[in-house]
């Protein structure tokens, strides 16, 4: 998730973009970059600094030409490519003619590179979003005409993307275009703005134009025209901005934590797209030799908190589809103890920060043994990723909120991937089973949508329990790691005492602490261990608890058993903890919210803990 901005007319084009880029570093801000365009002249300057990026970006541009009437800017979150310079928007044609900066995510960059190579063009960074700066680039051999290039353009994408263009040939013009990514626009006196949210525009414009997808801007100074593929003029009704800076950065939601609920379908899309090629799974940075992975005998996944839960959903993928022996450890438990593992061990560290101190040690210890190691991390060019041998990307975008949502469910799906490729290549699974699993997976955006705006259930609830001290999170298989991931929630943002157990664990100690008062929630998805859990239930009914249930749509015995049902769509059995985690993140924020507690910035917690 990247932040865009765009001007043209007026004498202001390059303040206006830095200043609306400090107030989209909340997208990402890896990197940043502006071009500017005036004459027949194009300047770029670009700067990879970390949280400094646009500070350096600002020192970059001090030699910047003065009056340049067009430009664009970027703030980057990595995605493809790591958080250089090289990588960082804008991209320049071969011949430094056109700047062209993206937000989102292009599938077939692989494809469209190798043919744009075989047409002479070379390519600077390992972005997917230069392939587009090239096409660009032959499109406008055709008629010069750059709304016409990009229409050219667009089908030849998969993917999403907001997409501004602007070139030296082409004074007073910035182009742009999008789909499923944003794109807003609009326009005041003389000058006409574009940006990825209303942050960007804030201050220039009351009312902002919402782009439909595959639709193309033409935006000139003080004017704007829209239209469709084929060229026809779009009529698009304007919106205005009623938000102040700090609703606007949280995309109009009361904080980051909602904000970052509402985007998991969004990161579990981002984080599968361009995961197949040719009929096999495709991890383009994974970048292990395949025959390293063809003969690891035993697979080892560390990670801390509520990566560890991940990891924990990601053994019972990779020994049911890879059959492999999986081992899920606590990072600040495996680097202390003898641990066993050798050269044909994969050792996979889990964090969507890539910095966490032990997770980042165990992986070092494991890699001095000998053993490949794998980082999933949602932070490009992270520590974590440096260290390791190969990386799988969450590409779950920027989360600020302290307790983990979008980047857990992200890491969730990020091991199921390395589990079917694991399967793949040892060929322990079918390719028919491959494509089913992966056509499992591609199903939960949908239902993720369904559920994160479906929070009613979760507050009615809240009233009734939010006055009780003791929760239990009760779960078996896959439901455990979920009731573990639930419980930390709850801890962590509603400072209530909240256990996850194995629910066949019960009769062996927990069930003395069962008396009217406490709660329950109990996760019951679908499987050989529903049955189970419905007697689990009614154990602890028995002895006066209070229960929630978390179950799928067609589960209707839930009904009879607990007092409260919050309800997740019926999904395949290895998919379903990505979804069952949602109504208990939900569950936790409104406890939260009705106790008055700061769910972004909870007592004592760190985003990124880096020491021991
Ligand atoms: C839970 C949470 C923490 C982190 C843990 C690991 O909501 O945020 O438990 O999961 O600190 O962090 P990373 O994933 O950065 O290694």
Redesign the pocket.
Known sequence: MCGIIGVVGGDRALATILEGLARLEYRGYDSAGVALQSGNELWSARAADGTRSVEALVERCTNAPANMTVGIGHTRWATHGNPTEVNAHPHLDCGNRIGLIHNGIIENHSELREHLQSLGHGFRSATDTEVMVHLMEEELKIDGDLVQATRRMLPQLRGAFAVAIISADHPNQVVAARRVSPLIVGSRDDVSFLGSDIPALMGHVDEVYAIEEDHVVDLRPGTISVTDLEGNTVHVEPVTITWDIEVAEKGGFKDFMTKEIHEQPEAIAATLADRTRDGFVALDELDLDEEDLRTIDKVVII???????AGLVGKFAIEAWGKLPTEVDI?SEFRYRDAIFDASTLVVG???????ID?LEAIKKAKKSGSKVIAVS?IVGASMTREADGTIYTRAGLEVS????K??LA?VVALELLALRLAELRGTRSAEEIAEAMADLQALPAALTQLVDASEGPEAIADAVGDAQDFFFLGRHLGFPVALEGA??LK?ISYLRAEGYPAGELKHGPIALIEPGVVVVAIVLSGPMAEKMYSNIAEVKARGATVICVAEDSDHIVDSLADYVLRIPDVAELVAPVLAMVPLQQLAYAIAQAKGFDVDRPRN?????TVE
Request: hydrophobic letters at 30%; aromatic letters at 4%.
């Open positions: 990670g801390c908190g509520s990566s560890y839960h990072a889990v964090s969507q920060s890539g910095e966490t997770t949602n302290v307790a983990s949502t980047t857990v890491q930390l929630k962590e917690l760190a985003k990124t803990v």
